[in-house]
């Protein structure tokens, strides 16, 4: 019973995090036009076609990614739903601008063909075919991928806003994006590359996110250097960790979950056995105290908050620098 339920713990924490680490479908070729004209036809992450009529006034949101994002853009008023995630505080950025939305929403293909969206965003991984099936009952469908890096991610935001017809608003928010991640750059130039802490997110499986992750990102704009990005990842972008292989590595900073599924207190008790277990206590991370809790919400933004991530995991390595 123990191994089926943690294999269910780790099954539900991978389909989480899939948006953190999964690669990007292809972008569309070409860049998007400033401003969007009626009926306007795009195409998807998965290279489909979608016309919206108008300017949606029926929005709904099925990725915690667009859910951030148009809660940005546009007023609530225009959203008919988000996420059951977007309500979790544990893993939402979002949480308190999502109250004003008053439906949370998982893939259900009767409750949304009844909504009747004029414009629904989902996963470019959901089922062919309850995609199918939505737009066969003529809801405009639009897949979206997953972006990694910080370019990748400001196309995305772009094209939202192209979609919802607020192109300004979005690059307002693009800006304000790659401000603060420049401000963050300007105050790391001051340690030399020769100093770069190295880190490790260490999971409650033995495992950390290896290069071409959101994650691997992160670290990188936060002036750190992924202690496993040379290692091979398996297909979930893992990188498998033994208690002795992370030994072994010995990462500066040791990142651990700020939040597990289904147990409130999971974290902290994950926080209290690995810095207190005989084997990882040797490490540096471990015996400089510089092990940590970062919150989820953060650790797996794949939208504009992945600048707040990159602040706070800086802050955690520099703090020197950011007094």
Do not use: C
């Not at 479908?25 to 306007?40: Q, R, V």
């Not at 859910?67 to 940005?72: A, F, M, Q, S």
């Not at 992370?246 to 056995?273: C, R, S």
């Amino acid at each position: 019973m123990h191994s089926t339920r943690r294999l269910f713990l780790i099954a539900a924490l991978l389909a989480l995090a899939a948006t953190s680490w999964a690669a990007p479908a292809a972008e569309p070729s070409g860049a998007p036009p400033a401003a969007a004209g009626w009926p306007l036809t795009v195409t998807d992450d998965a290279g489909s076609q979608v016309t919206v009529a108008a300017k949606p006034a029926r929005i709904v949101s099925l990725t915690m990614f667009t859910d951030e994002v148009l809660l940005e853009l546009v007023e609530p008023a225009r959203i008919l739903a988000v996420t059951t995630f977007a309500a979790d505080p544990a893993i939402s950025n979002v949480v308190e601008k999502a109250k004003a939305v008053p439906q949370k929403l998982a893939m259900n293909v009767e409750i949304l063909v009844a909504m009747k969206p004029d414009l629904l965003f989902v996963a470019n991984w959901t089922e062919a075919d309850k995609v199918k099936q939505l737009r066969d009952a003529g809801i405009p469908v639009y897949l979206t991928g997953t972006g990694v890096t910080v370019t990748q991610i400001q196309e995305k935001i772009a094209r939202i806003g192209q979609l919802v017809g607020e192109p300004a608003k979005a690059k307002k928010l693009v800006d304000a994006m790659s401000t603060r991640l420049a401000a963050v750059e300007k105050r790391l130039a001051k340690v030399p590359a020769d100093e770069r802490l190295s880190v490790v997110d260490y999971t409650v499986w033995g495992a950390a996110q290896g290069k071409g992750s959101s994650w691997d990102e992160i670290v990188r704009r936060a002036g750190l250097v992924n202690a496993v990005a040379d290692i091979a990842a398996d297909e979930w972008g893992q990188v498998p960790l033994s208690k002795e292989s992370l030994l072994g590595i010995d990462p500066d900073l040791l990142v651990l979950p700020g939040w597990t599924y289904d147990d409130p207190k999971g974290a902290e008790a994950f926080f209290a056995k690995t810095t207190t277990d005989p084997v990882l206590k040797a490490l540096s991370a471990v015996k400089n105290g510089r092990a940590v809790m970062m919150p989820e919400s953060l650790k797996t933004a794949t939208s504009q908050y992945l600048a707040d991530a990159v602040e706070w995991l800086a802050k955690a390595a520099y703090p020197a620098q950011f007094r």
